[in-house]
């Protein structure tokens, strides 16, 4: 295979075919999982799943429910009318069944004794597609929206999150273990499904004072802040927080153990190993190193909606209850194609990470895969440039956004497909199949509470 599309490379194949048991490890103290969600899903694996269901097609269906949940979110752009309501309702209960097939995933692999390092890519990866999705469906249930409120606010809430997932799986990179609060992303994912349908019973029954989609949630409070204003500023605030918590963990760690990176244990005098007594202030900046890669998909993600926000038009669009909408610049108009690009773009960075580190090799702070998942970002960046400086595109713009989005989604599943194989064969199972020609020794360390669900399947 060439190496421009090897994406596990020499060394990883090597661990993953010498490999003689799997570990993982997980700081989990929500409260919520340990109470509700963990029985619940312990229930549904032992009593709904029969043995030869292998967990990663459980992933896939989870998967597959938050596809049809944003294909419902573009639908339903840029606000949900009385017509469409319904869609309030689906989008729940479809979050819902993605969130039991993802928390119950896991435990079928326990139970079926089908752990592996490929069920935990897989599932991770899915995780970070969803996550762009759920921070959308909060803004909209909220009544946020690129027309009455910045698409910058909106974009930078992605953004942070983004930050906030990466920087938690960086995290557990460089510590060894995968921490989770007290207030963790399942409750987050509750908290969100059950805002949908406040939202749905509270458009149902006035329709006259909640008429597009939030309901409630776009009562006003103060100076024309509305409640979900606030509640989507206190989750972007929280992802601010997430980055710098796992700052001070891998730096605490450091400190702690007088280790180095494992960039460093690699590259820098590796016949030193562990024992050498690292500065951590030091080797923090050298695992702060991993996150420019995000860096630079973020600064040229905003880049992007920039020249987009700066393209002008007029053209308006009738609703379904007869409301019509007036889109001054493209971004308003093809806010969903945008947002949902990068969303795959970073499903790309955030499971190159994963593979880095179940394969024990250096994240690298430059791919090709990084290349490949943002060139058609960026020729349509260059084709706003031009339509800004001209008012006029090479390819319109709208029609060479479809095609953007459909090539980022394919070189993604490329991608993605390149990967399972890689991991199938070195390691002698399928994927979608219970099979093991050699049995891998799983070894899990859970602290505190039971692991997520679905992290090592």
């Given amino acids: 295979m ?263 244990q690699l590259e820098e005098e590796p016949q030193l190993g562990d024992e050498f007594r690292a500065n951590p202030g030091r080797q923090l900046l050298s695992a702060l190193t991993d996150l420019l890669p995000l860096c630079l998909m973020t600064f040229i993600f905003f880049s992007w909606i920039i020249l987009a926000y700066c393209a002008k038009i007029n053209e308006h669009e009738a609703l379904s209850d007869g409301t019509v909408i007036s889109y001054s610049n493209l971004l308003e108009r093809d806010f969903m194609w945008y947002t949902y690009t990068c969303g795959v773009v970073f499903g790309v960075f955030l499971t190159t990470l994963n593979v880095s580190r179940v394969t024990y090799q250096v994240f690298p702070r430059f791919a090709s895969q990084f290349v490949f998942s943002l060139v058609g970002v960026i020729v349509h960046l260059v084709n706003l440039m031009i339509f800004n400086i001209s008012s006029k595109s090479v390819i319109d713009p709208r029609l060479l956004g479809y095609f953007v989005f459909a090539y980022t989604v394919v070189y993604y599943l490329v991608f993605v497909i390149l990967i399972g194989n890689t991991f199938c064969d070195e390691m002698g199972i399928r994927a979608f199949f219970i099979t093991r020609s050699q049995p891998l020794e799983i070894h899990e360390e859970t602290l505190e509470t039971e692991s997520s669900g679905g992290s090592d399947n």
């Fill in 2 to 264: 060439s190496s421009l599309f090897d994406y596990v490379g020499a060394q990883g194949r090597r661990e993953l075919r010498t490999r003689t048991h799997y570990k993982f490890s997980v700081d989990n103290v929500s409260i919520g999982e340990k109470y509700i969600l963990n029985p619940f899903w312990n229930f549904v694996t032992n009593n709904l799943y029969p043995e030869w269901l292998a967990p990663n097609t459980i992933t896939l269906m989870g998967f597959v429910c938050m596809v049809i949940v944003g294909v419902l979110l573009w639908i339903a752009y840029p606000m949900v009318t009385y017509y469409s309501l319904w869609i309030l309702i689906v989008i729940p209960i479809l979050m819902f069944l993605y969130q039991t097939l993802d928390g119950s995933d896991g435990k079928q692999a326990r139970r079926t004794g089908s752990s592996s390092p490929l069920g935990e890519i897989f599932d991770h990866g899915v995780d970070a597609i969803c996550l762009t999705i759920f921070i959308l469906c909060l803004c909209a249930t909220c009544g946020v929206t690129p027309l009455n409120k910045s698409p910058f606010y909106i974009c930078s809430v992605l953004a942070v999150y983004w930050f906030g997932f990466f920087t938690a799986h960086w995290e557990h990179y460089h510590t060894g273990t995968f921490y989770m609060g007290y207030i963790g992303p399942c409750d987050a994912q509750v908290a969100i499904i059950l805002m949908f349908i406040i939202a749905f019973f509270s458009c149902l029954i006035a329709p006259g004072k909640y008429p597009h989609g939030g309901g409630v949630w776009t009562t006003e409070m103060l100076y024309g802040i509305t409640i979900g204003d606030a509640l989507v500023f206190i989750v972007g605030a929280n992802a601010v927080g997430a980055v710098i918590k796992c700052s001070w963990s891998i730096y605490s760690h450091f400190k702690t153990t007088r280790t180095r990176t494992r960039r460093n």
